[in-house]
Nanobody, 123 residues
Framework: VQLQASGGGLVQPGGSLRLSCAAS????????IGWFRQAPGQAREGVSC????????YYADSVKGRFTTSRDNAKRAVYLEMKSLKLEDTALYHC?????????????????WGQGTLVTVSS
């Protein structure tokens, strides 16, 4: 499966953005989809994950209550709704597909990565 993230942009603190992860080449029915981000000079970190089995969702503590991930298998898409954005949310956001949820960017789990979309939170 090939993935492409989109929807990034420039937003003020407190604002909202909705990222999309579009899949091609295969359905998403049996993939967990994770969102990861990497800020300049920092390591990649897990943001959220949605499982394929029962749509269970998992979030990093830093985004709990502000970010929501959802999926629409019929549209081959996964979304990341981001609200109350903070300066520290600025990063390049990637989506990835794997067999199970893991908020660590474990390359043995996350076998397919899409190109990222840049989110910049700035006043």
């Amino acid at each position: 499966v090939q993935l492409q993230a989109s929807g990034g942009g420039l937003v003020q603190p407190g604002g909202s953005l909705r990222l999309s992860c579009a899949a091609s080449g295969d359905s998403l029915d049996y993939y967990a989809i994770g969102w990861f981000r990497q800020a300049p000079g920092q390591a990649r970190e897990g943001v959220s994950c949605i499982s394929w089995r029962d749509d269970s969702t998992y979030y990093a503590d830093s985004v709990k209550g502000r970010f929501t991930t959802s999926r629409d298998n019929a549209k081959r898409a996964v979304y990341l709704e981001m609200k109350s954005l903070k300066l520290e949310d600025t990063a390049l956001y990637h989506c990835a597909a794997g067999a199970m949820c893991d908020l660590k960017p474990n390359m043995e789990v996350w076998v397919n990565w899409g190109q990222g979309t840049l989110v910049t939170v700035s006043s």
